[in-house]
Nanobody, 126 residues
Framework: QVQLAESGGGSVQPGGSLTLSCAAS????????MAWFRQAPGKEREFVAS????????RYAESVKGRFTISRDNRKNTLFLQMNNLEYEDTAVYYC???????????????????WGQGTQVTVSS
């Protein structure tokens, strides 16, 4: 099973930017659909963005569309999440996850994930 490790979290002011990385080890993710999720304090985990194995199919939660960009570098076995124009509501622990499939067919992306990272904290505050 692949091991996933997120990095890049931190504290930022509203309107700021952060780039999260998710480094995979143990096996390649080049044939895997990948995704980012987040969980804010007192709330359930929610889907943020997903990308299929060759980056041809990308989806975003409505709340982050136009501000976040998911990408991947299969040569480096790494997933990214560029977050711009951050808002207070973006404060959460961000998790990357991977599927054994190259595509996510379900309307519940979390159910398609087989591997999860430990998460990285993103805090938006003034």
């Amino acid at each position: 099973q692949v091991q996933l490790a997120e990095s890049g979290g931190g504290s930022v002011q509203p309107g700021g930017s952060l780039t999260l990385s998710c480094a995979a080890s143990g096996r390649t993710i080049r044939s895997s659909a990948m995704a980012w999720f987040r969980q804010a304090p007192g709330k359930e985990r929610e889907f943020v963005a997903s990308i299929n194995w060759n980056a041809e199919i990308i989806r975003y939660a409505e709340s982050v569309k136009g501000r976040f960009t998911i990408s991947r570098d299969n040569r480096k076995n790494t997933l990214f999440l560029q977050m711009n124009n951050l808002e207070y509501e973006d404060t959460a622990v961000y998790y990357c996850a991977g599927s054994q499939s190259g595509f996510i067919f379900t309307s519940n992306p979390a159910a398609a994930m087989n591997s999860w990272g430990q998460g990285t904290q993103v805090t938006v505050s003034s």
